[in-house]
């Protein structure tokens, strides 16, 4: 078993035995009538539920470890009593994506209460009963920081007076020719919906239908395989359709109509088509009726990875993007997009002109499923990496507050971010509001609204690798 399917099955275990014990001490309180014992295991629950229920599968005091490529430039900085960050040389005007790196310390209440650091106006939380180096994202406070007038506080926390500004240039993305590759509906929007809006040259493509987990829809009288086929549908619609509160005609989004959690089976065996695990259905031409251009897996409509490699292969051709954005192979565990990204390399191999410049995105972390951490709004950390990952560079470009409502109701609108909650979840959003101060956004029950609704996206920029792919 992989550590990327190892710390999640071990988390899980570790829970059903705290479960188990919490039941028997219940059960026990009541045969034996001992009412203390009950109330024990009940406060046990409780204290479970409210600070310690995170899916967190590293030890906090742990270093976040990040390489950057030679031409990133490194400043010395040091946070003075008052809080003032203080330089030791100037930052150019190009340098817009500035990262912190500095160590955080948790206080007594920060194994509690979510560690917070105030950069100025912004907030960046981090886990609780941290210790260890971290990286602050000051991109956008780049006039303060230079004034000399740009102050970190930290809450339930404490900073080192030492630090290092790692200041990187890039050019304006929003600028390129770009093609946003998302394996299901809702991760173009999760991702980049502030950078699309603002592309006057993007294509969006979407690989899959995003048809499992459709129990949901039971509730209108479907059998499992209809409701598979109706949730299919409808994220197959948001695909093509949601991009335009964007900006983004539907004549540059195309769906291919793959079927969910079947890209990486489809990659090992690419002759064998792969069709949906739930709804019965083979055929990938069903959704593909609106896309603005004829396609080679359009042919037989099989859902094999050579028609998924050939359809992206003309879509590159048709487009040609000087930029891809795409799920990071490394850093984003989920195995479609781990297969996303592969198909897309192996579509760029041999092109007369293939992209320049990959922009990579997370949706999902194998080790913290509550990155970015905080109420949404706040800014964009960098996640955990404790295992090295390439030396990129990063982009972060900001996004208003306008652009920031304009995302949640982008996001409002998928059909799979809809899903009230369950009641165990709600009552622990109960708890943990009531005993640890957590916060969640108006606009939607989802934990996406939290997490993806930021001042901040946050990309690794990463020039295309030529090679032919690994397995």
Same mark, same amino acid.
């Given at each position: ?60 005091d ?16 040091r ?23 500095i ?23 981090? $886990?609780?009963g941290?210790?260890?180096? #971290?990286? %602050?994202? *000051? +991109? /956008?406070?780049?006039v !303060?920081l230079?004034? @000399?007038? &740009? ?34 509906a ?24 995003? $048809? ?5 829809? #039971?509730? %209108?009288? *479907? +059998? /499992?395989?209809?409701? !598979?086929?109706?949730? @299919?549908? &409808? ?21 291919l ?67 891809v954005?795409m ?42 499923d ?69 916060r ?32």
């Amino acid at each position: 078993m992989s550590r990327l399917q190892g710390a999640p099955h071990r988390h899980r275990q570790r829970r059903r035995l705290l479960l188990a014990v919490l039941v028997l001490l219940v059960l026990a309180a009541l045969l034996t009538g001992c009412g203390w014992g009950g109330l024990a295991a009940l406060m046990g629950w409780v204290a479970h539920e409210a600070w310690f229920a995170d899916h967190l599968f590293y030890r906090p005091d742990q270093d976040y470890g990040y390489l950057f490529p030679p031409e990133v430039r490194s400043l010395p900085a040091r946070l003075q009593a008052d809080g003032l960050l203080q330089l030791t040389g100037p930052l150019a005007a190009t340098e817009e994506t500035l990262l912190l790196a500095i160590r955080v310390r948790a206080t007594l209440f920060g194994r509690f209460f979510d560690p917070q650091v105030r950069i100025g106006d912004d907030r960046q939380d981090f $886990e609780r009963g941290v210790h260890g180096l #971290r990286y %602050l994202n *000051l +991109s /956008g406070q780049q006039v !303060a920081l230079m004034a @000399g007038h &740009l102050r970190l506080r930290g809450r339930f926390c404490r900073l080192a007076p030492q630090a290092t500004l790692y200041a990187m240039a890039n050019p304006d993305y929003h600028q390129s020719r770009l093609l946003v590759l998302a394996a299901h509906a809702d991760d173009a929007e999760l991702a980049a919906f502030g950078l699309y809006s603002q592309a006057p040259d993007v294509t969006l493509v979407t690989l899959t239908r995003g $048809e499992v987990e459709a129990g949901f829809f #039971r509730r %209108l009288g *479907l +059998s /499992g395989a209809a409701a !598979a086929r109706l949730k @299919g549908r &409808l994220r197959g619609w948001d695909s093509q359709a949601i991009p335009l509160w964007g900006g983004v005609p539907q004549s540059r989004c195309l769906q291919l109509g793959y079927f969910c959690l079947q890209l990486s089976a489809m990659a090992a065996e690419p002759d064998r088509p792969f069709g949906s695990r739930e709804s019965g259905e083979h055929d990938i031409r069903p959704l593909r009726a609106h896309n603005p251009l004829p396609l080679p897996g359009d042919r037989d409509g099989q859902p094999t990875w050579h028609n998924l490699v050939a359809d992206l292969r003309a879509v590159l051709v048709h487009y040609r993007p000087d930029v891809v954005v795409m799920p990071h192979p490394e850093l984003d565990p989920h195995s479609d997009h781990q297969a996303a990204s592969r198909a897309l390399l192996e579509a760029c191999q041999g092109l007369a002109q293939p992209p320049e410049q990959l922009l990579l995105y997370a949706n999902h972390l194998q080790d913290n499923d509550r990155w970015p951490m905080g109420p949404a709004g706040g800014g964009s950390a960098l996640p955990p990496v404790l295992a090295a990952l390439p030396a990129d560079r990063l982009w972060s470009p900001l996004l208003s507050g306008a652009q920031q409502l304009d995302k949640a109701m982008a996001l409002a609108m998928q059909h799979d971010l809809q899903t009230p909650l369950p009641f165990r979840k709600r009552l622990r959003r109960i708890l943990q509001w009531l005993l640890a101060g957590r916060r969640w956004p108006r606009t939607g029950e989802d934990e996406f609204f939290r997490r993806a609704v930021r001042r901040h996206e946050l990309f690794w920029v990463r020039p295309l690798d030529r090679r032919p792919p690994g397995p």
